[in-house]
């Protein structure tokens, strides 16, 4: 079954730039999204179609998806981006999500 | 947009419950949706898919043979009816929206309703 696989915990200083991996076989010849996810909140939306934002989606988060890696960029990082960041993709007709990504604002 | 699931609750194991998802705020009968849940302390794992029709669906392996994904256009309404429940079932259950045009995203996710599966 196909897999992603991301870095368990980032850390990042307010005001940096974060960098967060999704890596998958061939993953550039799929769309790639990416899930901002706060405890006891639901999950939203930040990128999809590997480089899309949607509506409020502030323009210090930005992706890209090429080779076997996905990115998900937070630029001037904010207290407020702390949480669990998932990728996501399909794969034969299957929904796969990585292992998510605990970004910590120190 | 507004995506609320109800008919969690605490469970035996082998037992059967159904989950809903009520849509409002956009043309349901347009949309293809999801069930997507969160086992404690663990990551999102996508569960099934439906078409906007209903005629297509897709199952994870993990649940494949048990839990069954259905909607009600008429009412607006999704279901995970599931089946043969498991410890491992506990999770919060979230319903979550397809992007237009089968986008191969998640654009919308309900509230979540928690399933407690234990003896």
């Known amino acids: 079954s196909y897999e992603l696989t991301q870095p368990p915990s980032v850390s990042v200083s307010p005001g940096q730039t974060a960098s967060i991996t999704c890596s998958g076989d061939k993953l550039g010849d799929k769309y790639a999204s990416w899930y901002q996810h706060k405890p006891g909140q639901s999950p939203v939306l930040v990128i999809y179609?590997?480089?899309k934002r949607p509506s409020g989606i502030p323009e210090r988060l930005s992706g890209s998806n090429s080779g076997n890696t996905a990115t998900l960029t937070i630029s001037g990082t904010q207290a407020m981006d702390e949480a669990d960041y998932y990728c996501?993709?399909?794969?034969?007709?299957?929904?796969?999500f990585g292992g998510g990504t605990k970004l910590t604002v120190l | 947009v507004q995506l609320v699931e109800s008919g969690g609750g605490l469970v035996q194991p082998g037992v059967s419950l159904r989950l809903s998802c009520a849509a409002s705020g956009f043309t349901f009968t347009t949309y293809s949706m999801n069930w997507v849940r969160q086992a404690p302390g663990k990551g999102l794992e996508w569960l099934s898919y439906i078409s906007s029709s209903g005629s297509t669906v897709y199952y994870a392996s993990s649940v494949k043979g048990r839990f069954t994904i259905s909607r009600d256009n008429a009412q607006n309404s999704l279901y995970l009816q599931m089946d043969s429940l498991r410890d491992e079932d506990t999770a919060v259950y979230y319903c979550?929206?397809?992007?237009?045009?089968?986008?191969?995203?998640?654009?919308?996710w309900g509230q979540g309703t928690l399933v407690t599966v234990s003896s």
């Open positions: 179609q590997d480089t």
């Open positions: 996501q993709a399909w794969d034969s007709s299957t929904g796969v």
């Open positions: 979550a929206r397809d992007g237009p045009a089968s986008g191969y995203y998640f654009d919308f």
